[in-house]
C-alpha cells in the first residue's frame, strides 16, 4: 500500500494542478454526514475532465496500490456508498466537472450525458426539444444524472418503466484495467459518430451479443468501474396535463386503485405519500411541517395526466374518464387539492430537482431512511412492521414520513421510510440508529428486498446469498483484478 505522500506525488501529475486537491477543506466535501461508523477523509482528490483522464488516474492507481472512489454528484451526501474507511489511502475521483451533454435525440427519445450533468442541466435541454426527463422524485440539484441512474433511483412515472435499468441504457465504462468498454448498441462497431450517420442511436441496453453489461456496474456502488458516459431514455413533455389528488384514511383502497392504473398504463407520474411525508415536500421548515401534517389525509395518491402530439385532449379525456370509474369503483374521491397545495403546484414541484434544502432535512436537519423493494400488496404489512419497531425503540410514529412508488408498471413498487432525527441530540441520534438497524433486519426477514445494499445493508442482502457474492467475486477479479474501485463495498 503506498503512502500518502506517494499518492500525493503521483496523482499531482495525473491532471493539471488546478484540478487536484489535498487540504482538508476541500476534501471535506467527500465526507458523508449520515454514517453509523466514523469515517476518514481521502487522501487526495482529482477532477479529471474526460475518459482519457479518467484512464490515466485508473492506471496509476492500480500501479502504487491506491483506492479509488467516483463521485459525480455534489454534497450533501446521505448513504455512505462513498465513505472513506479511517486509515485508507484512498483518492476521490470527482467526475462533476465532466458535464458535456453529448447527445439530444429527439426522433429515438434518448440523451448521451456525462457524469457531472445533473437532472437540472439535462431537463433544460431536453425542454428545449420539448422533451422531458425521467426523474426520481425531487432530486437533489447536485444530484448526477449518472449517479441516480446507477444507484437505481426509481423514477416517478411507472408507465416507462420496463426493466430494473430503466432509464439507463448504454454507458461508456473504465473497468481497473484501464480498459474503456461500451455496452448494448453503443459497443459498435464503429465509433460514436460513426453509429450516429448511420442511424444508430445507442439506444438497445443488450451487447455485445445479447448480455446486458449495464448490470455489472449499476448497483455496484463504484467498486466494478468508472462510468464516464451514458445513454438515458427520455420521454415527450405533454402538450396539455392535469393533475390529481386522492386521498384516504387507509391505504389498502390506494393500493387497489394503483393495481388497476398501472395495469392499464393510465397516468403519467403517479405516488403515494403519507401525510408526514407529504407535509414534508409542502412545508419549508419544522413549524411549517407540524402545521401541515395535522392538516393532511393518512395517505395522499398524486396522479398527473397527459397529452401528446396527436390528440391530446381526447388521450387525456379517456384518461380521466377511466380513473374516475375507477376511484369509484373503490369508494375514493378525486381532488385538486389538498391543504397547503394545488395538484397543479404539485406537478410543478416534482418537474424540478429538489429545493434548498432538501425536502428530508427540512423537519430536524437529519434524517435516516430505509428502502427497499417490494409489492404493492405487501406495503401495509411492512408499514405496520415499521410502526411496531418505532414504537419498540420509542420512536414517534407520526414522524415516520412513507413514500410508495410503483415501478415496472405496478409489478413491484419502492417503498421508503424516512426518519428524521435532530443530529445535535446524541441520544436522538442514537436511538434513530438503533431503530434503523433493527427495523432493516425485520424489515427483510418480512420479505423486504434490499436491492440498493448501502452499508449494513449489504450484510442482510449477501448474506442470503452466497453464490452471488461468489460470481461478484469472480467479476470483480476479471474487471478490477487489483481491487482499486471503493474496496470494502457491497459484498467485495
Not at 374521491?333 to 397547503?340: L, M, N, Q, S
Request: a negative charge; hydrophobic letters at 40%; one cysteine or more.
Amino acid at each position: 500500500m503506498a503512502t500518502q505522500e506517494e499518492i500525493k506525488t503521483t496523482f499531482k501529475d495525473a491532471v493539471d494542478s488546478d484540478r487536484f486537491f489535498d487540504t482538508d477543506d476541500d476534501l471535506k466535501k467527500y465526507a458523508t454526514g449520515n454514517l453509523l461508523e466514523p469515517e476518514g477523509l481521502p487522501v487526495c482528490a482529482v477532477k479529471p475532465k474526460s475518459a482519457e483522464e479518467v484512464v490515466g488516474v485508473v492506471k496509476k492507481a492500480a500501479e502504487i496500490d491506491a483506492d479509488l472512489i467516483p463521485f459525480s454528484s455534489g454534497p450533501p451526501r446521505f448513504r455512505g456508498d462513498t465513505a472513506t474507511a479511517q486509515e485508507s489511502a484512498t483518492v476521490a475521483v470527482d467526475l462533476s466537472d465532466m458535464k458535456r451533454i453529448v447527445r439530444m435525440d429527439r426522433r429515438n427519445k434518448v440523451a448521451i450525458v456525462e457524469p457531472g450533468v445533473t437532472f437540472g442541466e439535462l431537463q433544460a435541454a431536453a425542454k428545449m426539444q420539448h422533451m422531458k426527463v425521467l426523474t426520481p422524485l425531487l432530486p437533489r440539484s447536485t444530484k448526477s444524472v449518472i449517479a441516480s441512474g446507477l444507484e437505481r433511483e426509481p423514477i416517478t412515472v411507472p408507465k416507462y418503466h420496463w426493466d430494473m435499468t430503466d432509464p439507463m441504457l448504454c454507458v461508456e465504462v473504465v473497468f481497473g484495467t484501464g480498459d474503456v468498454f461500451r455496452t448494448g448498441g453503443a459497443a459498435g462497431p464503429g465509433t460514436l459518430e460513426e453509429q450516429w450517420a448511420s442511424g444508430a442511436a445507442q439506444k438497445c441496453p443488450l451487447g455485445p451479443a445479447q448480455t446486458d453489461f449495464l448490470k455489472i456496474v449499476q448497483g455496484a456502488q463504484g467498486t466494478m468501474g468508472i462510468v464516464t458516459w451514458a445513454s438515458v431514455k427520455l420521454e415527450l413533455l405533454p402538450t396539455i396535463r392535469e393533475s390529481y389528488f386522492i386521498t384516504s384514511q387507509k391505504l389498502e383502497p390506494l393500493v387497489d386503485l394503483l393495481y388497476d392504473m398501472t395495469r392499464r398504463r393510465l397516468g403519467d407520474e403517479i405516488l403515494i405519500l403519507d401525510g408526514f411525508a407529504l407535509a414534508n415536500i409542502i412545508g419549508k421548515n419544522n413549524a411549517d411541517i407540524q402545521s401541515s401534517t395535522e392538516k393532511q389525509a393518512a395517505w395522499t395518491l398524486f396522479y398527473n395526466v397527459g397529452g401528446y402530439e396527436y390528440y391530446p385532449d381526447l388521450r387525456v379525456k379517456y384518461q380521466k374518464d377511466d380513473i374516475g370509474g375507477l376511484a369509484r369503483k373503490h369508494s375514493l374521491d378525486i381532488k385538486r387539492e389538498v391543504p397547503g397545495m394545488s395538484a397543479s403546484d404539485m406537478a410543478a414541484v416534482i418537474d424540478l430537482p429538489g429545493e434548498e434544502p432538501y425536502w428530508k432535512l427540512r423537519y430536524k436537519g437529519a434524517f435516516r431512511e430505509i428502502l427497499f423493494i417490494t409489492t404493492m400488496d405487501m406495503a401495509r404489512a411492512h408499514h405496520g412492521m415499521m410502526k411496531e419497531q418505532a414504537e419498540k425503540f420509542d420512536y414517534p410514529v407520526g414522524q415516520i414520513g412513507v413514500y410508495l412508488q410503483p415501478i415496472q408498471q405496478g409489478r413491484a413498487c419502492h417503498l421508503e421510510f424516512i426518519l428524521p432525527y435532530d443530529p445535535d441530540d446524541r441520544a436522538e441520534t442514537g436511538k434513530v440508529h438503533e431503530l434503523f438497524l433493527s427495523a432493516s433486519k425485520e424489515l427483510a426477514d418480512a420479505g423486504a428486498f434490499f436491492n440498493r445494499p448501502y452499508g449494513p445493508w449489504a450484510d442482510i442482502a449477501y448474506s442470503r446469498c452466497p453464490d452471488t457474492v461468489a460470481a461478484m467475486n469472480k467479476i470483480k477479479d476479471i474487471v478490477d483484478p487489483d481491487r482499486v474501485f471503493n474496496p470494502g463495498r457491497i459484498c467485495l
